[in-house]
């Protein structure tokens, strides 16, 4: 949920922002979902960005839409691997390396596997 002031410009982003490049997200989210979540934001007016987890940016439209646009990327790239029938965990690979310890000390509820199956999943739906 996020929630905006339209007297002062600020928004605050709760949980969507994060960081402009994702990286693990856990299994109950959904990429499609969260771009769906930022193009809603970015049709209106706000400045700067308070996240809860990364904290106050000045130029929080520029921001969000850096996010954005990182994973429209990531989307395209997910989707052509797809198609080209690398199997999830080779996308994976592929595309996220290396191992992030959250995934490790969540027991996998958060990982990189989560965003590559939510962008399958969600060519689907």
């Given at each position: ?97 290396l191992d ?12 990189s596997r ?12």
């Amino acid at each position: 949920m996020s929630f905006l002031n339209e007297k002062t410009g600020q928004l605050f982003s709760g949980d969507l922002f994060v960081a402009p490049k994702t990286k693990v997200i856990m299994d109950s989210e959904s990429i499609p979902l969260i771009m769906a979540s930022l193009r809603k934001l970015l049709k209106y007016d706000f400045d700067s960005l308070f996240c809860s987890h990364s904290g106050y940016f000045e130029n929080g439209r520029e921001m969000i839409e850096k996010k954005l646009q990182n994973l429209e990327k990531l989307t395209l790239k997910v989707q052509s691997m797809n198609r080209e029938g690398l199997s999830v965990d080779e996308i994976k690979q592929k595309i996220f390396p290396l191992d992030y310890p959250i995934i490790g000390f969540s027991e996998n509820q958060w990982d990189s596997r989560h965003v590559v199956t939510s962008i399958i999943e969600g060519e689907h739906q």
